[in-house]
């Protein structure tokens, strides 16, 4: 099927005029004929009367008319779907995060989600360590990643966090801080290593600067049971300050600590020489958004632009 045969049919079946329907598609009376004449050949019927008065559909070519319109209509979704997909406006983006990056990625996505609905946004909640793989490897296209990055990956820092000690507000008679003697007997709660790898190395990293070696260790897989258990006066512990952001516990007292050892910045990594329209999009996004004074070059291809629709006139 000819797609050019049935759009050059269409206007002429909706115009009957060999000369307005050669200028709306912007081609010569003689060549509209020979399209027609050969559309009429490879059905094997004729599609319109010529004569006198003029040039009228057959009741054939009035069916077909009905029946190409669909045809048409759905070419042209698929034409604009095309377009979008090629600029990047409409796709799929694999975002990884850490806790740490929540509120600057949500800052992106808010605005990027707004946009380009078309789209679909998969999320990856993973260590830093698991998200520099999974970008390498093409799982990820972007991550919101622990610095430092690897130098074979493109970053930009976006922010920071630090380490909080979180204690139950009935023990802040005995415990103001890491220093407090108490602490050394207090019982202490840390997520599994494999979750947040990262995050354990600055906690061990705090521990020794202190001198602190907690007596016991309860192991929890995510950072709200963690802070549930320290509500319920289950223990203490060291958590990314940005895990408590929102959060209103009266029972809980969150004390962030000032030492280099448990502070470190957050940075958004993708691969080198990105070419997905899509990723570019977002990429673009982010550095507008999140650049803060760096909104200048970030090694960026600049976006495709949508092509010029070639005149096609509808039915």
């Not at 307005?20 to 003689?30: D, F």
């Not at 990047?88 to 990625?105: I, K, P, Q």
């Not at 291809?301 to 949508?306: A, E, G, N, T």
Request: proline share 6%; with cysteine; aromatic share 6%.
């Amino acid at each position: 099927m000819n797609l050019d045969l049935i759009r050059s049919f269409t206007v002429l079946g909706h115009t009957c005029h060999y000369g307005e329907a050669a200028r709306a598609l912007g081609v010569s009376q003689p060549s509209l004929t020979k399209q027609i004449r050969r559309l009429e050949d490879l059905l094997g019927a004729p599609l319109f009367t010529r004569g006198r008065q003029g040039t009228k559909l057959t009741p054939f070519g009035r069916q077909f008319l009905n029946d190409t319109r669909p045809i048409l209509a759905l070419s042209e979704q698929v034409w604009q779907r095309g377009l979008r997909s090629a600029t990047g406006e409409r796709g799929r983006l694999a975002v990884g995060f850490t806790f740490s990056a929540v509120a600057a990625m949500s800052s992106v996505l808010d605005v990027f989600a707004r946009d380009y609905p078309e789209i679909e946004l998969a999320f990856d909640d993973v260590a830093s360590d698991t998200q520099v793989d999974r970008i390498r490897e093409g799982v990820l296209d972007v991550g919101f990643v622990r610095m430092p990055v690897p130098p074979d990956l493109q970053s930009r820092r976006i922010g920071a966090d630090r380490l909080a000690l979180l204690y139950p507000a009935a023990w802040q008679d005995r415990i103001q801080g890491l220093d407090s003697p108490a602490v050394r007997d207090m019982p202490f709660i840390a997520l599994r290593s494999e979750s947040s790898p990262g995050l354990e190395r600055h906690v061990h990293s705090v521990l020794r600067h202190y001198e602190v070696e907690p007596r016991l260790v309860h192991r929890v897989g995510a950072a709200m049971t963690l802070i549930s258990m320290v509500a319920n006066r289950l223990g203490i512990a060291l958590i990314h300050e940005s895990a408590m952001v929102g959060l209103a516990w009266e029972s809980i007292i969150v004390h962030p600590l000032a030492e280099p050892q448990g502070a470190w910045e957050v940075a958004l990594a993708w691969r080198p020489g990105e070419s997905n329209p899509v990723v570019l999009r977002f990429l673009h996004a982010a550095r507008i958004i999140l650049g803060g004074a760096d909104t200048g070059d970030w090694g960026l291809s600049p976006l495709r632009q949508r092509r010029k629709a070639i005149a096609r006139p509808r039915p």
